[in-house]
Each structure stands twice: as structure tokens, then as C-alpha cells.
């Protein structure tokens, strides 16, 4: 089911990519000014654009929240384009996909923290290493399990995740090295996002080999 759903958020994030180009081409450029145009106050004006042409200052005041009350003139300006019938026809079509699969995504959300309830201790334990969080924590669980006496250390579970660089080398020749495994996916990103994007794969394996390693000694 984790992978299930990490297929159908790389599809709404294709989704979502398509907005922002039609938007663009309707010379809407509401991703200027809004860090996420797909928070409250972004998704509420796009949506209103797929019904009228032009958003009055009043009604774009009216739907901004939070920190952009203070881009008021700059939302407004942001908006001045020209949506025409062809671009509302694809926003209405993309906007339909994401409902549709950001609804797949609650029940299998749903349906992965109810197979969860008989390892709970291990679901909170797993979510305390930094970097981890409850998406990211059930998709380990499902893919290595609670069960650590299959790793007879951390450093095997390391490897098995794929966090030891091969030694690949064959009539003196060393061919690719690198780490591959479904099991690489699950341990790449939050800790990205909250330390900062490594650079090399040195850089990259580093972080990752670290988590592996907790989750071994820590369950």
C-alpha cells in the first residue's frame, strides 16, 4: 500500500505541475507571489478563475489568508491575465484528477494506519528519528517489518537497504557501484527538507546510512 500511494502522489504532483504551466500560459502568475499556489488562498482563487474572468480586489482580499494579507497588491497583479475557455477546460480536468486521487490517498492513508494499530509502539518509536515521518514510517515498517532479528546488526540492515556503495570490479576494471534498492525510495526526504539537500552521493548516502542504522538499534 505505501508504494500504491507513493505512485499516486508522484501523479497528483504531475497534475499539479500541469496547473502551473497552463497558469503561466494564461499569464497568471500567482506562483510569483505564493510560496504554495495550492494552499487555501491559491487553490480558492484558481478555482474562482475557472468560473469568471477577472477577480475584483475585494473578492481576491476576500480569499487570501495567513501570511499573503500582506501581498494584497501583489496577488492582484499577479492575476491580471487572460484565462481563456482552452485553459479553464484543462485546470477543470487536472483539478478533477487531483481530487480524485488526493480522495485515494485519504482511504489508503486510512486503511495503512489501521494495519498499523498492532505494531503502534514501533510506529511512534520509528517517527522520534529525525527525518521520519508517519508516511515515511509505515512504508519502512511495511517494507522491513518490526521484526529486527532478520538483521542480525545495523550494519546489515544498512546494506540491505542498499546504503553500502557496491564493489563492482571485474579483470581490474570497477564498474558502477551504485546503491540501488525499492528500500533507497522510503529513506531520501524529509531529512533533506530539514537539514538541507546533500551534494554528491557521498553526501546523499550519508544521512540516509544514519537512519537505517537507528532504525536497526532503536526497534
Not at 99 to 123: C, G, M, T, V
Not at 139 to 152: E, Q, W
Not at 162 to 168: H, R, V, Y
Request: proline fraction near 4%; charged fraction near 25%.
Amino acid at each position: 500500500m505505501p508504494r500504491t500511494r507513493k505512485k499516486l502522489t508522484e501523479e497528483r504532483t504531475r497534475h499539479k505541475n500541469r496547473i502551473h504551466k497552463t497558469l503561466q500560459d494564461a499569464n497568471i502568475k500567482l506562483s510569483t507571489v505564493a510560496t504554495d499556489i495550492f494552499g487555501v488562498s491559491g487553490n480558492a482563487m484558481i478555482r474562482a478563475l475557472l468560473e469568471k474572468d477577472d477577480l475584483s480586489p475585494e473578492e481576491v482580499k476576500s480569499m487570501t489568508k495567513g501570511k499573503l494579507m500582506k501581498k494584497i497588491g501583489l496577488l492582484i497583479k499577479a492575476l491580471d491575465g487572460k484565462v481563456t475557455d482552452h485553459h479553464r477546460f484543462l485546470l477543470k480536468m487536472h483539478f478533477e484528477h487531483i481530487d480524485s486521487l488526493s480522495s485515494q490517498i485519504a482511504l489508503l492513508d486510512e486503511e495503512i494506519y489501521q494495519k498499523l494499530e498492532i505494531h503502534s509502539k514501533e510506529f511512534e518509536l520509528i517517527q522520534t528519528i529525525p527525518g521520519i515521518n508517519a508516511i515515511t514510517g509505515a512504508s519502512i515498517i511495511a517494507l522491513i517489518g518490526v521484526d529486527m532479528s532478520r538483521f542480525p546488526s545495523e550494519h546489515h540492515l544498512a546494506s540491505w537497504a542498499a546504503m553500502c556503495p557496491g564493489n563492482n570490479e571485474s579483470a581490474g576494471k570497477r564498474k558502477s557501484g551504485r546503491t540501488e534498492s525499492e528500500a533507497t525510495i522510503i529513506l531520501k526526504p524529509r531529512w533533506w527538507r530539514q537539514h538541507g539537500q546533500p551534494q554528491g552521493q557521498k553526501a546523499l548516502i550519508s544521512p540516509q546510512s544514519t537512519i537505517s542504522l537507528l532504525i536497526r538499534a532503536w526497534m
